[in-house]
């Protein structure tokens, strides 16, 4: 679900809102299919409505916290969104596990 909704995201939208949108569309789908669950479960409890409510909130808002935004930072980290420069002294700084593999980055890292 998550891979399917970033690469239409990422196809359709511009690189920078790209990410913002997919984390609010995440949590409110989260937040919505908690919500449901959560209406779901107050069909069979006899108790008072402030009850009920509260059931009803507490599952969307952890539902879209946890699995939503947390889910999608996650899954976001777990990408490399960052693009390679023109400067390869900047993407060895950025990137050290490349850097320890090019040579020529030590040399040019010992030497300054």
């Keep these: 679900m998550y891979k399917t909704l970033w690469n239409h995201l990422d196809q359709n939208k511009k ?3 790209a990410p913002a949108v997919f984390l609010a569309l995440l949590t ?6 908690g919500i ?3 209406l779901l479960v107050c069909l069979g409890l006899q108790t008072e409505l402030m009850v009920k409510l509260t059931v009803i909130l507490c599952t969307g808002g952890y539902a879209g916290l946890i ?3 947390f889910g999608g930072i996650l899954y976001l980290y777990r990408m490399d969104l960052r693009k390679t420069s023109a ?3 900047a993407d060895s ?3 050290p596990e ?3 593999s090019d040579h020529t980055s030590l040399i040019y890292f010992h030497n300054n």
């Design 28 to 33: 409110a789908g989260w937040s919505a299919a």
């Design 98 to 100: 490349k850097a320890s």
């Design 67 to 69: 699995p939503g935004f």
């Design 15 to 17: 690189k920078a809102p």
């Design 36 to 38: 449901l669950s959560g």
């Design 93 to 95: 700084v950025a990137n």
């Design 87 to 89: 400067d390869p002294a």
